[in-house]
């Protein structure tokens, strides 16, 4: 501040002893308060330091930090006010001129001596001795980050600033939003903006610190708006007004009620602030000289003084409030991203037990590499085949269903009328017992075959699936193994095709053991007496044997062929529901699995092939690096948190 009094030609000490009696105590104050960190230094730059660590180590690839943001139209005095917090003079001009994203990173040192910057951005580090050079840096790395011209890039650009006279403070400052664009633009560049800044906006994690222009109405800057839209509540949110020396007359008091939160409410409020103008600029006003000039701004402002003595205005004072602020946010923030490094590291790994490890390069470990590989698929491919059961009809039950759909007693009476000839009723017809049994045999032949296909294709499919997870990343050798599952596939359901039609024809021989059969019959016997037996004491009931009237003989020729043709059926339907699922289980489980590890053990007899068949798919090896990089550096994270 004394600069400002030599300018008037007078001796400090006159000034402290007439004047301005208490001039000492308010320079010391304000020192107090630009050093404000200072105070704060053991709780505050660990804070700061901690998750700029953790921002360094690319942390925010996988979850968000804390951070604030800054953001606001085009032309509102975003660059303005970052030039004042570092101490640095940042890319200005019209149009868009933070083309990236740009982490500025500012440690406060106590050697008064000592400045350095460093520039990082697409794993590149320069250093900066002179904060003259600073401008000129970051247009070099917008322009070798968005290309030249006035193009945009997401990537981010990080400065870090370490000087006597900046606060402990780490901002994040994003493109103005624009609304036409300019010749060069793409059409959407407003589009384009608007979804980068929302990508840090809509962030829990992140503090918005929006920039508004006193001379213009607030209810209408768009920066604002976006801001409230992923922060209804206000609650991330602390507004900038800048430019207050450009306030039209009349319309200082409705400042001052934004600022005392009075029109649009913000649960962190607002500050104001005065930074060097275009025409300071051109009259190489320092950025110290700029601090002297703002704070008589509004000391002697009829309307803004007000709030330099309420804390809401100059830079000191922003840089002050921000501090805390972000601290807060941090020690908030914390105990939550321990947890979510915990979760990602989880969610890492188990993405990368799924890749496996990639193949080693020294000839001798890739063939055992391959072995293993190999082995680990056909035992896994056994357990398998032993394990887990095919999913299939239960045939006994399909059997006897599709047997007694039937209406016994009117095939019965349709064979009676048609093959009976001179015999008289209430004799048994060996013929119609016969045909009936042939005819129903016949009806279950398509549907063993269809459960066969359809045990087939399952087999086939699961089989492809460990292939798949077996050989993930490895597509020649999940190639060799597709083409081999669907070649025995093929053979062993052709295969067992054979066998069961050859069962069906067999089946066509109506036979049975004596004992077997009449063992059957007398059980069929019992099961129909107690059945009537049952119906006789109940209501009797019309049974619609046959539409027509039958005599008593036929009667029991019905009752009779109906008793045998049910115990064949139980024979029969026995028979096939054992018999088709071991001919099933048989050939495309057991035979095809062996079949299947002898194949690719085969592999195993050709060294030379080994490379070729574990040439890895390039997108899987850069995914397996992409998940080393984010375990090791996860890993890190969760060590720096753990010592802080």
Known sequence: DLGLYERQDLPIEE???KDIPDCTSNLRKEKMSYTFSQQYEEKIRPCIDTIDKLRSLGVEKDLALPAIAVIGDQSSGKSSVLEALSGVALPRGSGIVTRCPLELKMIRTKDEEKWHGRISYLGKEEDIDDPAEVEKKIREAQDEMAGPGVGISEELISLQITSANVPDLTLIDLPGIARVAVKGQPENIGDQIKRLIRKFVTKQETINLVVVPC?????????????????????RTL?????????????EETVVDIVHNEIIHLTKGYMIVRCRGQKEILDQVTLNEATVTEKAFFQDHPHFSKLYEEGFATIPKLAEKLTIELVHHIQRSLPHLEEQIENKLAETQKELEKYGNGPPSDPAERLSFFIDKVTAFTQDMFNLTTGEEVKSYTWYHLIVLLLLANKIEKQVGNYEAKYRGRELPGFINYKTFEGLVREQIKLLEEPALKTLKTASDVVRKKFIQLAQFSFVGFPNLLKIAKTKIEAIKQDKESQAESMLRTQFKMELIVYSQDGTYSQSLQDAKEMLEEEEDESSHRKPKKFNFVSVDICTGSRATLREMKLHLESYYKIASKRLADQIPMVIRYLLLQEAALELQRNMLQLLQNKDDVDNLLKEDFDIGQKRESLLSRQDRLMKARSILFTF
């Not at 001379?215 to 609650?235: C, K, P, S, Y």
């Not at 507004?239 to 319309?251: H, N, S, Y």
């Open 15 to 17: 000034l402290i002893e």
């Open 215 to 235: 001379n213009v109405d607030i209810a209408t800057t768009e920066a604002l708006q976006m801001a409230q839209e992923e922060d209804r509540e206000g609650e």
């Open 239 to 251: 507004g900038i007004l800048t430019k207050p020396d450009l306030v039209d007359k009349g319309t």
